[in-house]
């Protein structure tokens, strides 16, 4: 089965299952959602979503950001992980926003992946959900499902961006990232299916006997 058969055979299930999709990351301003997406990493979005209204009340816009101390910040987020770095992150950036872009958060992947504490991937779920430019943020949930489904080699997250790029239409992609991570936290985790279990992997590899073994981002 060629991967734009496959590619299809997912889009049509996911689409099924996941007419419409949350956006993860409670939020109220674009400010808000790179906060949030920063502190995503290696944490849950459901423990981000019980720690930022502690810290958006301290701090919604860049500008109030920079009157709060890096150790309050840090003791707001702690619970989210990497607080040392997420903490000096999350005050520098919005140090820079203020100097560069009077407390606006840039409408580009060039000057958002400048930032610390921003790289691609939180650069394109701004751009995504942020300002609705079409984007496919690949996280660890993604770069897993499309090795299982045969999208992608696998090789690194930049190529599993591209190969989901060339696969989808670029309409889908906002809402196809979305469906995918929720698709992966339901039907087909980290440790369950590796494979052979859900109906996507099933529907895309029939005849799969073994389970697959996923590279890790």
């Known amino acids: 089965m060629k991967r734009s058969e496959k590619a299809e055979i997912a889009y049509r299930i ?5 007419k419409k999709v949350p956006i993860p990351l409670n939020h109220k301003n674009k400010f808000e959602l790179v906060v949030a997406v920063l502190l995503s990493a290696q944490c849950t979005d459901e423990r981000v979503n019980q720690v930022t209204p502690l810290l958006f009340k301290k701090a919604n816009t860049a ?15 702690r619970p989210c992980g990497l607080a040392p770095q997420k ?5 520098e950036l919005s140090r820079i926003l203020v100097k560069k872009f009077n407390g606006q958060v840039p409408e580009s992947f060039e000057e958002l992946e400048k930032l610390p504490g921003v790289g691609h991937k939180t650069a394109s779920v701004v751009m995504s959900q942020g300002f609705g430019h079409p984007a496919f943020p690949v996280d660890t949930h993604i770069h897993r499902l499309a090795q299982r489904w045969g999208l992608t080699n696998g090789k690194n997250v930049v ?6 790029k060339l696969l989808f239409p670029k309409k889908a992609w906002n809402k196809l990232h979305l469906q995918i991570i929720f698709y992966g936290r339901e039907y087909c985790q980290a440790r369950y299916c590796y494979g052979l279990e859900c109906e996507i992997c099933k529907s895309c590899n029939p005849k799969r006997i073994k389970p697959i073994k996923t590279k890790k981002p």
Do not use: C, G, H, P
């Open 159 to 164: 190529q599993t961006e591209k190969d989901l």
């Open 14 to 18: 996911l689409n099924r299952i996941y």
């Open 63 to 77: 500008k109030k950001m920079i009157m709060v101390s890096k150790n309050t910040i840090y003791k707001i987020i």
């Open 87 to 91: 903490s000096k992150a999350i005050f």
